[in-house]
């Protein structure tokens, strides 16, 4: 079967993206990624993509007007790549509503939480402050609202009382390297798909395939 062409757009180091990229060398898996786009051009996340083969793109928001017209190079680029899929990566801009009515139903992003908690950024600062028990992060579905899109899947990551922003990030962060590649396989094999403003699931897909649980601390 023809795998889904997918676009990553990052903004910074790009561990997620790499995450997607090792999964995707794997020649069952149902997608592969056809570029890497960054709005920054000294984004580390290139270099990486660049290590994987993987052809990259700079569109630098500062060398446009406004959002809409860097948005609008963006889709054009995506096109060209002949992109089916957007996974937003660490993309840190808030994207316009052009942009995510253009890509609806065919965007999705991974955020530090375990949402709807926590929308927006500092969410491992926040998530210590409102001393939670468990954290984790989330992939979903990109709409206008930000971070409040359909949940696709979720993985839960128990919080030390010891933990600080940092330690308690990167527990999140190898949480979110094993959920993204899953939830991405999930999508590209069409059974969690956007149908009418929801994330519909086959009804083979189980608990398990959607909420992944953490190991004891
Ligand atoms: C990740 O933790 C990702 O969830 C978060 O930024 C980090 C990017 O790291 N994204 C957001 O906060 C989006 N709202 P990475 O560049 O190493 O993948």
Redesign the pocket.
Known sequence: MAKLKVAVL??????????LARATMDPDFPAEIVLVLSNRPH?P?LELAQEHGIDIRVIDHKEFADREAHEAAMTQALEEAGTELVC?????RILEEGFVNEWRGRLI????SLLPSFR??D?HERALERGVRVHG?SVHFVTAE??AGPIIAQAAVPVAPDDTPETL?ER??EA?HNLYPHALALIASGKIRWSGDSAVADSDVTEHDVAVFPNPL
């Not at 937003?88 to 840190?92: H, P, Q």
């Not at 992003?109 to 530090?112: D, F, K, L, Q, S």
């Open positions: 990052i903004s910074g180091r790009g561990s997620n993206m790499g995450s984004s996340g937003l990566a660490g993309y840190m992003n991974i955020h530090p927006g950024v969410t992060c930000l971070d990030s999140v962060l979110e």
